[in-house]
């Protein structure tokens, strides 16, 4: 299978697909099986997204095969008190790190990683942190990414 793959950024308007892969990922991860919190999450993610997206708290890339939306990523941010560590106390969490089963393996999760870094970066964010799954892990080793407690941490600085 040769694909082309074009990357950008979830606008606003994104908001209903950011909420279905959130939705997949979980329940991927987490093996959640009860559809009937499916409303009340969808309304919750809503209004997360549709708060934050605006305010930047919150940005995700998204990977496109053909108008099909295949893979997304996500970034928060937070600020926590300094520390020797992380001076500043800026915190850019990644999240929502999914890409649909037929597309893995393919670089797609790198290329998109490489965008939330760089734009984190370029908004002055040096700390990373994220939860990984096995199967993550070792794309964020490649990063730089080193296991700290229940964590993997990257600080650029």
């Known amino acids: 299978m040769c694909i082309l793959i074009d990357y950008r950024k979830a606008e606003i308007k994104d908001i209903q697909v950011l909420i ?5 990922f979980m329940k991927e991860v987490l ?5 009937h919190k499916d409303k009340e ?4 993610l809503f209004e997360y997204f549709n708060d934050a997206i605006p305010k930047e708290q919150f940005i995700a890339w998204f990977a496109v095969d053909d108008d099909k939306i295949i893979a997304t990523s996500g970034l928060s941010f937070y600020k ?5 560590k992380n001076m500043d106390g800026k915190v850019a969490y990644i999240m929502n790190m999914y890409t649909i089963p037929i597309y893995r393996g ?7 990683f490489s965008k939330i870094i760089e734009e984190a970066k370029a908004m002055g964010y ?3 942190s994220l939860h990984a799954t096995d199967m993550g892990r ?4 490649n990063f730089g990414f080193i296991e700290s407690g ?7 600085k």
């Open 20 to 24: 279905d892969f959130r939705i997949d």
């Open 31 to 35: 093996s959640i099986k009860d559809e």
């Open 41 to 44: 999450m969808r309304a919750s």
């Open 80 to 84: 926590i008190p300094p520390s020797y």
């Open 106 to 112: 393919k670089g797609v999760a790198k290329a998109l």
């Open 126 to 128: 040096s700390y990373f």
């Open 138 to 141: 070792p794309l964020y080793k």
């Open 150 to 156: 229940d964590e993997m941490i990257l600080n650029l």
